[in-house]
């Protein structure tokens, strides 16, 4: 008898209105074509591209999604508070102070599938100074590993060797690596020696005629001025950005991963 697998959808940040919309269009067709059993989102950039709140943590849970990670920006709406302290399949990132609302992993049961750990951790380099995400990692696998071998981590980080020295880190403890936070899909998604599947960063679901999802034109007086501006979001070029693995349950190691933007650039 072959051995029991999950299919596993996460979706890169999802960057307010635009990302929300195109993600309940296009969901649907990508849980059909992987044969989903369980999806992730970061939900961090959801609130007019900055933080998270109760209303729009619903809206994704309605396309489906399982559980939603978070990041330095989740904290931008002060409601988010609120939605981190009520549901637990809201993540904020582990290595914050434990003072602050909400969790940084989840076990998810799947029933008769199985069960999903997902944990959620950021970088400290060009970052808050918060606690080591390494040792942060071993403490949550340690936790994870007492209900299941499948183990999906979500990196918010700034440093590409940050995140890539993580996956190093971790390969075979962990089924998936992913980095979120920049924006840009990187083309390195790949399975290493031991079995942990890992791209540098997803990519975000939302506008590219953009800078990382802010009017260019803003963007644009930031760097030339060296002041601040008001943020305000792109609108066009909506892209839908994540990645597909598939896990064995018994073993945690990722057989298949693949990542995917639509429309492709």
Not at 13 to 28: C, E, F, R, S, W
Not at 43 to 48: A, I, K, M, P, V
Not at 188 to 204: Q, S
Request: aromatic share 10%; glycine share 10%.
């Amino acid at each position: 008898m072959a051995n029991k697998v999950l299919n596993i959808l996460f979706i890169g940040d999802i960057v307010g209105q635009p990302g929300l919309d195109l993600a309940g269009t296009l969901i649907k067709s990508y849980f059909q074509k992987y044969g989903v059993d369980f999806c992730i989102a970061n939900g961090e950039n959801l609130s007019d591209g900055k933080g998270i709140n109760e209303e729009l943590a619903r809206k994704v849970f309605d396309l489906g999604v399982h559980v939603i990670t978070g990041g330095n920006h989740t904290w931008d709406d002060w409601k988010a508070r609120k939605i981190l302290s009520a549901n637990r399949n809201v993540l904020r990132p582990l290595n914050y102070p434990r003072e602050n609302a909400g969790n940084g992993y989840v076990v998810y049961d799947l029933g008769e599938k199985g069960k999903v750990g997902v944990v959620n951790l950021q970088g400290r380099i060009y970052m808050q100074p918060i606690d080591d995400p390494f040792k942060t990692a071993e403490w949550a696998l340690s936790k994870v590993h007492e209900e299941t071998k499948v183990v999906f981590i979500d990196m918010h980080a700034e440093a590409t060797a940050e995140k890539m020295a993580l996956a190093w880190y971790l390969d075979g403890q962990a089924s998936v690596i992913v980095g979120t936070h920049t924006h840009i899909p990187t083309a390195d998604a790949r399975i290493l020696p031991r079995g942990t599947a890992y791209i540098t960063d997803v990519g975000m679901t939302g506008p590219y005629d953009s800078v990382i999802g802010l009017k260019k034109e803003i963007a644009i007086r930031r760097f030339l001025h060296g002041t601040p501006y008001k943020y305000e979001m792109a609108q066009y070029d909506v892209r839908f950005c994540g990645v597909y693995a598939q896990v064995e349950v018994e073993t945690g190691k990722a057989l298949k991963f693949e990542s995917f933007v639509y429309p492709e650039f």
